[in-house]
């Protein structure tokens, strides 16, 4: 009965910026954490970003100096802020989120969106 839903990919040239969005609906009581994985063809889903309920962030090495994850609690929606794109980001991005529901706590996972970085 969670929901995510993903929007803000596409095609981007190298240098570019894009803002993901991933919203969550449904029997929500709390989010604990949301984040964003991303998996390329061929290679291990990774994970990109990690913000928690009480705001500490994680990033992959590979994008911390370029991406800001943040988080709108009163919308239950995190953003990905991605600046300076580069070919190597290219992949399909997933929004996952640890919700607790009105009866158990869960992993969810949206259904991807694909970011493209390329001349």
């Known amino acids: 009965q969670v929901q995510l839903v993903e929007s803000g990919g596409g095609l981007v040239q190298p240098g570019g910026s894009l803002r993901l969005s991933c919203a969550a609906s449904?029997?929500?009581?709390?989010?604990?954490?949301m984040g964003w994985y991303r998996q390329a063809p061929g290679k291990q889903r990774e994970l990109v970003a990690r913000?928690?309920?009480?705001?500490?962030?994680n990033y992959a090495d590979s994008v911390k100096s370029r991406f800001t994850i943040s988080n709108d609690s009163a919308k239950n929606t995190v953003y990905l802020q991605m600046n300076n794109l580069k070919p190597e980001d290219t992949a399909v991005y997933y929004c996952?989120?640890?919700?607790?529901?009105?009866?158990?706590?869960?992993?969810?996972w949206g259904q991807g969106t694909q970011v493209t970085v390329s001349s």
């Open positions: 449904g029997s929500i009581v709390r989010i604990n954490a």
């Open positions: 996952n989120a640890v919700i607790r529901t009105w009866g158990q706590t869960g992993t969810y």
């Open positions: 913000i928690s309920s009480g705001g500490s962030t």
